[in-house]
Structures are given as C-alpha cells and as structure tokens.
Nanobody, 125 residues
C-alpha cells in the first residue's frame, strides 16, 4: 500500500518547537519531491515548504522562513518538518505530500501524487 503517514503534531506554547514526521511506505521517498502544506479552519491550504528530488533544494513560505526546516532521511524513508519559535498563527492541520515531478522547484499542488492524512498543530498558551 502506497501511503504517507504524518506524526508529531500536538499542542505547544508560543515560542515552542515541534518536529513533524512523514513516513512513506510502498515507495522510495528519495525519488520524490516533498512538500509540506497546512490548512487552518476557514482558510485555504497553504504551501509551507518543499524539497526538490533532484538536488535537495529547499523552499519556504515567507510566513515560516527562518523558523522552519525541511529535511529527509532516506535510510528511514521519512521526511521531516522542524518548526521552531511557533506562533498562534501556525495553528493548522499539516500535511505532507510527495511528487514524482522532476524539478528543482516546488511542484504545483496538483502535481503531488501522494498525500498524508494530516496532523494537527495547535499553538496556544
């Protein structure tokens, strides 16, 4: 079964940190570009970060730049999103996705082949 499973979400105070994990099964994640997205209640899905499958180039939304790091561990077939200095406005359901598109840029949303089920991140005091 081809799937992505996120974990690592939870409740954290402002200024805190979380590391989200995205474990792939049924396919080899390092052949794919990875994207992290989030969706807050009443808002559209937002791209947070992505990593190219070609050269590992990374991209971040301005809203998270400097606070978030995307990475992958090919041996574990898992991608990560390290989030530091979290703010209440980071509260959302976070999704990881994998795209087979061969590009150094972030794939378009419709170009992602696999999506995880999402993990809730709540930043509140």
């Amino acid at each position: 079964q081809l799937q992505l499973v996120e974990s690592g979400g939870g409740l954290v105070q402002p200024g805190g940190s979380l590391r989200l994990s995205c474990a792939a099964s049924g396919f080899t994640l390092d052949y794919y570009a990875i994207g992290w997205f989030r969706q807050a209640p009443g808002k559209e899905r937002e791209g947070v970060s992505c990593m190219s499958s070609i050269d590992g180039s990374t991209y971040y939304a301005d809203s998270v730049k400097g606070r978030v790091t995307i990475s992958r561990d090919n041996a574990k077939n898992t991608a990560y999103l390290q989030m530091n200095n979290l703010r209440p406005e980071d509260t959302a359901v976070y999704y990881c996705a994998a795209s087979g598109i061969y590009t150094r840029l972030c794939p378009e949303v419709h170009e992602y082949n696999y999506w995880g089920q999402g993990t809730q991140v709540t930043v509140s005091s």
